[in-house]
């Protein structure tokens, strides 16, 4: 559905990414990566809000500027969305739908749609500004699905959720996942287990891992361990701490190493391998 190849971006001085060459097809992608790795850089490139340096973005075989169909059928939550703030909820929705151009006879059902998918339908005649952080990053969600896009980009659509929401979110992504290329751009590893098929790892404007949850999962076979805290300095090799927890009142380390240790390895999840790959260790 998608295609990015070989697309690299500079800002000044700094080479935020380097030739990041990507496929989607329908399925829910997590887009992973530490603090400042490219990932808003990247989906800013999928949307056309930045021309790359080099490469291309392709929308069905056909570059994004030139595609007649790219902007209907996407839908995009930028990582900060705050926009329309004098209007209300409803005229926002309204303004974007009709954007998008969705027929004036379907806005009202289609806006009514959204909002219930979010949990804001009784909210629509409130101002935007009148919205808490999270609701407005709900509000942000709904404008993404309105017209029901085949391309769902969101840049961390659960930061400032409460509990609730978060899951609410997650159960809309498994529901609406078919035939439709997800994009999911988050800091939590437990979201990505949730609800992706594949996972995307970018560090320092590079993939570093694409695949699936289990093939990432996978790499950490073998090289987490489980150890009482009074053992932890008898760790051998390179290792980071992924987790430090209290089990039955005794403090305990989770480390990922590629040396073999003299304890057996525990199973892994998919957050050790996330820190394992990000630290070289897998
Ligand atoms: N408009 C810009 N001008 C200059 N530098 C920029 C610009 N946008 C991003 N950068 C730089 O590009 C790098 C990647 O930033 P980006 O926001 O894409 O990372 P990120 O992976 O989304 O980070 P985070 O997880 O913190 O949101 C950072 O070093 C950032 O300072």
New binding site residues.
């Given amino acids: 559905m998608m295609a990015i190849n070989q697309v690299s971006k500079r800002?000044?001085r700094?080479q935020?990414l380097k030739n990041i060459s990507l496929r989607l097809e329908a399925g829910v992608y997590g887009l992973l990566?530490?603090?400042?790795?490219?990932?808003?850089?990247?989906?800013?490139c999928m949307v056309g809000l930045?021309h790359p340096d080099q490469g291309q973005v392709l929308y069905q075989g056909v570059p994004i500027e030139k595609s007649k169909v790219f902007y209907q059928e996407m839908g995009y939550l930028p990582?900060t969305y705050g926009m329309f703030r004098e209007l209300t909820l409803y005229e926002m929705m309204a303004y974007v739908g009709s954007l998008k151009g969705i027929p004036r006879q379907q806005l009202a059902g289609e806006i009514e749609r959204v909002l219930e998918a979010v949990n804001l339908a009784d909210r629509a005649g409130d101002r935007v500004k009148a919205l808490s952080v999270g609701m407005i990053r709900r509000a942000g969600i709904a404008q993404a699905l309105l017209g029901s896009p085949r391309l769902l980009l969101f840049?961390?659509p659960t930061a400032g959720l409460d509990p609730a929401e978060r899951t609410r979110f997650k159960n809309l992504v498994n529901t609406i996942k078919q035939g439709r290329a997800i994009l999911l751009?988050t800091?939590l590893v437990e979201d990505v287990d949730a609800c992706c098929d594949r996972v995307i790892i970018?560090d320092r404007?590079q993939v570093l891992f694409q695949g699936s949850c289990e093939e990432l999962r996978r790499l950490a076979e073998g090289k987490v361990y489980q150890v009482d805290a009074e053992n932890a300095q008898d760790i051998a090799g390179p290792h980071f701490t992924v987790r430090i927890t209290e089990v039955a009142g005794r403090v305990q380390h989770r480390v990922v190493t590629r040396q073999p240790q003299r304890l057996p390895a525990v199973a892994p999840t998919l957050e050790d391998a996330y820190m394992g790959l990000i630290h070289g260790l897998c």
């Fill in positions: 800002f000044g700094r935020v990566g530490p603090n400042g790795a490219g990932k808003t850089t990247l989906l800013r930045i990582q840049d961390e751009s800091h970018l404007g």
